[in-house]
């Protein structure tokens, strides 16, 4: 069945540096893949989406990349701030399979 | 714009105890789930349903009990409480986009936090 695998955390950055979270599905046919993100005491919700191979989903600074010939969807952020200290999951749409999780934490 | 509507937020219960999380959203989503977060495992789907009347199992669906009599509710039922059940419970929702489980994205609800002693 799908999967997906993504980086194990926690990940402790200074703010701004540069923030790579890994993720790599396992998969037949095209789903969807998003990133969501949980904010502490809160639910998750989305962060970007792409819907096909070679897509880019951006917001607020993250960005990632539908790679299918890597099955890969990485979130980056050139600077990461104080205020995206967060869990973040990678989710694909078709059984809504969700990975573990990464924890950020963004110092001062 | 409610969204999706969980309650309690919080809850304890004794082992063997019985009760209800209620999930309601506005959105006429077909889809609705439930999920379970425990730490350093993600989120676990308990069960699922594509639309009124349809209802199916997700990874771990063991000691709990759904329906979906209306498209807004899907309540989740927890028969005998055990302490592996303390977890917190998030609903979610969403359009069908293609086929009955490629959905688009989810809308989560506040999540219930649940103990059970």
């Known amino acids: 069945g799908d999967s997906v695998t993504q980086m194990e955390g926690p990940v402790t950055l200074s703010e701004e540096a540069f923030l790579t979270i890994n993720c790599t599905y396992t998969?037949?046919?095209?789903?969807?893949l998003f990133w969501y993100v949980q904010y502490p005491g809160e639910g998750l919700q989305l962060l970007l989406k792409?819907?096909?191979?070679?897509d880019k989903g951006s917001n607020k600074g993250f960005e990632a990349t539908y790679r299918k010939e890597t099955t890969s969807f990485h979130l980056e952020k050139g600077s990461v701030q104080v205020s995206d200290s967060a869990v973040y999951f990678c989710a694909l749409s078709r059984e809504l399979t969700f990975g573990s999780g990464t924890q950020l934490t963004v110092l001062p | 714009n409610a969204g999706v509507t969980q309650t309690p937020k919080f809850q304890v219960l004794k082992t063997g105890q019985s009760m209800t999380l209620q999930c309601a959203q506005d959105?006429?989503?077909?889809?609705m789930s439930w999920y379970r977060q425990d730490p350093g495992m993600g989120l676990r789907l308990i069960h699922y349903?594509?639309?009124?009347?349809?209802?199916d199992q997700g990874e771990v669906p063991n000691g709990y009990n759904v329906s979906r009599s209306t498209t807004e509710d899907f309540p989740l039922r927890l028969l005998s409480a055990a302490p592996s059940q303390t977890s917190v419970y998030f609903c979610a929702s969403s359009v069908i986009t293609s086929g009955p489980m490629n959905t688009g994205e989810l809308f989560f609800g506040e999540g219930s936090r649940l103990t059970v002693l």
């Open positions: 959105m006429n989503h077909e889809y």
């Open positions: 349903s594509v639309g009124a009347g349809i209802t």
């Open positions: 998969a037949t046919g095209y789903p969807s």
């Open positions: 792409a819907t096909k191979a070679d």
